[in-house]
Structures are given as C-alpha cells and as structure tokens.
C-alpha cells in the first residue's frame, strides 16, 4: 500500500507542474515532437502495482488501497492549497522566489485537481475489476494479457476523464486528442515493458504469502466495505 500511495502522489502533485516534448522527427512515418506531462512515466507503476494487489489478494484488497490513495490525493490537495494560500513572512526576496516556486510545483488549478482525482478513482477501479474478471474467465492464465488488459481498459478512461476536465478550453481540441492518444500509449507501453517484473513480483509474492485469490463471490461495487 504505501508503495502505490507514494508513486501516486508524487506523479499528482508533481508530475502535472511540468509538460515535456520529445523531438522524434527523424523517425520515418511517425516522426515527430511528441509532448506529455511528466508524471505519466511513473503514474503507470500504480497501475503495476494494483494489478500485484489484484492477482495475488483480490478485488476487495485492491479496493481498500485505492480508496486510501484516494483520500490521500485530496488530504494532499488540501494541504497544498493551504500552504500555498499562507502569507510570506516579510518581503525578502528569497522568500518571494520561494513562494512562486511552491505555486509553480504544487499550485495545480482546481480543474487539474478534480480531473486527477476522479479519473484515478474512475480508473483505478475499472482497472482492478477487469482483473479480477478475466482471471476467473482466463481460469487465472495468461498473466500477462491480463495485466495488459486491464490497464488498457483502466488507463484509457483514466486519460479521456482526466484530461478533459483539465484542459478543455484551455488547449485546442485537437492538441486535446493527440496528447490524450499519446499519453494513453506511453502509458500501456510502460505496462507492457514491465511485465517482466510483474511477473516476478506475482511469483513471488504467491510463494511467500500462500495466496491466490479468485474473485468467485466477490461484490465488485466500488463502495463495499466486505472483505
């Protein structure tokens, strides 16, 4: 738990103050500059990491960590925008400098906040429910087009809510679109690269724990508080 809330607050706050270009214009066909917030390299590790809570202790363990990161976005949130909104000491300028700097980094616009909270919520939960599922149709094969699947599934909804909310108006529809694909793909691409590891992980932690829950009977809502 403490290892998904960590990656995803720190993607949150931070990742969102900066948006980055790649210049691949030397690539035939699909050449060109691709832009993408910061924090998508390592939002996706969440992902990775609800996937493990998913396959090896099942949906209702997933749901508790996501709620928990839920609340730990907005505590974050709401203490961000209480710092921010606190009075500088005096008018040195250091000071000064130092409160644009925490603006710059940690003053996110309401929209950007709303849009990352109910799209990590919205995403998250489709994510470990698609999981869940297709280890019981799967018979729980086939790990890796499972994990794949389901943060497909998950980190799509989660762009096309997030981004909207955030952004739309602000940037044209059309720039809207391409950041919304691309960061999709960069995303899924993470995933796909890690699964490797993934797979460790689940090995290992199937052969510490004893543990290798299937969701046979379990209430997916969202709002359950059953085991």
């Not at 644009?100 to 909270?117: A, D, K, M, Q």
């Not at 729980?140 to 989660?158: E, P, V």
């Not at 691409?189 to 724990?209: D, S």
Request: with cysteine.
């Amino acid at each position: 738990m403490a290892g998904f809330v960590t990656v995803l607050l720190c993607s949150n706050l931070i990742g969102p103050a900066k948006v980055s270009e790649i210049d691949f214009s030397w690539l035939p066909v699909v050449g060109g500059v691709f832009v993408f917030g910061a924090g998508n390299i390592f939002f996706p590790i969440s992902y990775i990491f609800g996937d493990v809570l998913t396959e090896v202790y099942g949906y209702a363990r997933a749901r508790k960590v996501i709620w928990a990161g839920f609340f730990a976005i907005i505590f974050a949130a709401l203490m961000s925008a209480v710092i921010i909104g606190l009075p500088v000491s005096g008018s040195e300028p250091f000071n000064i400098a130092l409160q644009s700097s925490l603006e710059t980094v940690f003053g996110n616009t309401w929209r950007i906040v709303v849009g990352s909270i109910v799209a990590f919520w919205v995403g998250d939960f489709v994510n470990a429910y698609v999981m869940a599922r297709m280890k019981l149709l799967t018979n729980g094969k086939h790990l890796w087009m499972r994990t794949i699947g389901s943060t497909l599934c998950g980190q799509s909804i989660d762009s096309l809510i997030f981004y909207p909310i955030a952004f739309y108006g602000i940037w044209e529809n059309t720039t809207l679109l391409y950041v919304i694909l691309f960061n999709g793909v960069c995303k899924i691409a993470i995933e796909v690269i890690m699964t490797p590891v993934t797979y460790l992980v689940v090995n290992w932690l199937k052969k510490k724990e004893g543990e290798d829950f299937y969701d046979t009977d379990t209430d997916f809502t969202p709002f359950s508080v059953s085991d």
